[in-house]
């Protein structure tokens, strides 16, 4: 079984759609979207909308905390986060938000957990950035295998039998074996707004047979998204940091 595992997304369609495109290529058996459809970007209502077409083909998908700013009144974000939150709201249509609003915040299946930010108190939202916020995640669970999104920082942390928890960049292309003696939670990295320095696109793809975990990064025409961005009348930093992949 393979799964592709695509999160923040953040209504970037040019992302979204070459990494669908990388995907078809690679070969998966399954999609598993992990949070953070809209927010930031210019296009909510088509990735809304690819999203849930894909659910209805069989994918995963989780809430994130950006789809979850959108259905309340004053969330607690950045001021660009907040501006972009303002105007998703106002053209996403009733369908749209029903369909975020009955997300779930995790999906567990076999020894794999799958949430947008931390396993630990998944709606508070933690950021796992650090060996120890990658402890307390995998601490609040009995999966081996924990797959999140929320930072944009591509990591894989793994957890040994002596409870020693060590992070590790993942290289793209690089499958990385996830040793079953040990637990393992992977941060991956962004669709539609990276944060690594590389502006390409970041996903990955977990290999259950062979207990593999490969980043992948495909580059997009980043310019057209900003463009779309600016479009929108959306703050410049959001449309300007999609070239830059910060
Ligand atoms: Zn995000």
Not at 3 to 17: F, G, K, V
Not at 180 to 192: D, L, M, N, Y
Not at 216 to 223: A, E, F, G, L
Request: aromatic share 4%; charged share 20%.
């Amino acid at each position: 079984m393979r799964i592709a595992l695509l999160s923040d997304i953040h209504a970037n369609r040019e992302a979204l759609d070459a990494c669908l495109a990388h995907v078809t290529r690679q070969g998966a058996d399954r999609i598993a979207i992990l949070g953070d459809i809209v927010g930031y970007g210019g296009d909510p209502v088509a990735c809304t909308e690819i999203v849930a077409g894909l659910a209805d083909e069989g994918a995963i998908v989780i809430l994130g905390n950006h789809d979850e700013a959108v259905l309340r009144d004053e969330p607690d974000m950045n001021a660009d986060a907040l501006a972009a939150i303002r105007w998703t709201r106002g053209v996403l249509g009733q369908d749209h938000k029903r369909y975020l609003a009955g997300l779930p915040l995790t999906h567990r299946d076999g020894e794999m957990l799958l949430v947008h930010a931390g396993a630990r108190h998944p709606g508070q939202w933690p950021y796992v950035n650090s060996p120890r916020e990658a402890e307390l995640s995998l601490s609040a669970t009995d999966a081996r295998l924990v797959f999140c999104g929320h930072t944009h920082m591509p990591v894989v942390f793994s957890l040994q039998p002596n409870g020693t928890c060590l992070p590790f960049v993942p290289v793209a292309n690089q499958p990385v074996p996830l040793l079953r003696h040990r637990r393992w939670q992977a941060v991956i990295g962004s669709v539609g707004q990276p944060r690594d320095g590389s502006p390409a696109a970041a996903y990955a793809i977990l290999d259950l047979g062979q207990g593999t975990l490969t980043q992948h990064r495909v580059p997009y025409d980043h310019q057209a998204a900003a463009a779309r961005i600016r479009a929108a009348g959306l703050p410049e930093r959001l449309a300007s940091r999609l070239a830059l992949g910060r």
